[in-house]
């Protein structure tokens, strides 16, 4: 686990939270936002995902988190590695939750969510190696150094 990692060339940009495991890498991006979450498709022919925060529209959030998983991925593609699964997960540790709610967002690539779900997909089984993993955490580390 990694934890507050600037994205060099993007100010004061970070990446709150980069797990690795057997399942490959999840960017967490963690909200303090107290209150309802949801998603939601909006639109009849421009079909779009929205994402919802207490009533507001927070889609944006969703955006960031898919363009530091575009920066990993980046980053793995110009050192060539390619067996790597990568997610994100948007945590939210004070929501509320629906009955029936539903996390996934971008075709499956991003879980909305509190810890307890994230941790879940961070710990995902997959084919990874101890040694595997730990080559990963030193190029992740190398790239994205911390923010303090």
Request: hydrophobic share 40%; with cysteine.
């Amino acid at each position: 686990m990694l934890h507050d990692r600037r994205i060099p060339g993007r100010g004061r940009a970070n990446i709150d939270h980069i797990a690795i495991g057997p399942g490959g890498i999840t960017v967490i991006d963690t909200k303090s936002t107290r209150g309802q979450v949801q998603l939601r498709t909006v639109g009849v022919i421009n079909r779009r995902e929205q994402l919802l925060v207490n009533g507001r529209d927070r889609t944006s959030q969703l955006d960031a988190l898919e363009r530091q998983l575009d920066r990993v991925a980046t980053v793995l593609d110009r050192q060539g590695v390619d067996y790597v699964n990568a997610m994100g997960a948007l945590c939210y540790p004070f929501m509320r939750r629906n009955l029936l709610h539903y996390g996934r967002a971008r075709d499956g690539l991003i879980t909305v969510d509190d810890p307890r779900h994230a941790a879940k997909v961070a710990n995902r089984s997959g084919p990874l190696t101890p040694e595997d993993i730990e080559d990963l955490v030193s190029r992740i580390a190398a790239a994205f150094p911390p923010a303090v």
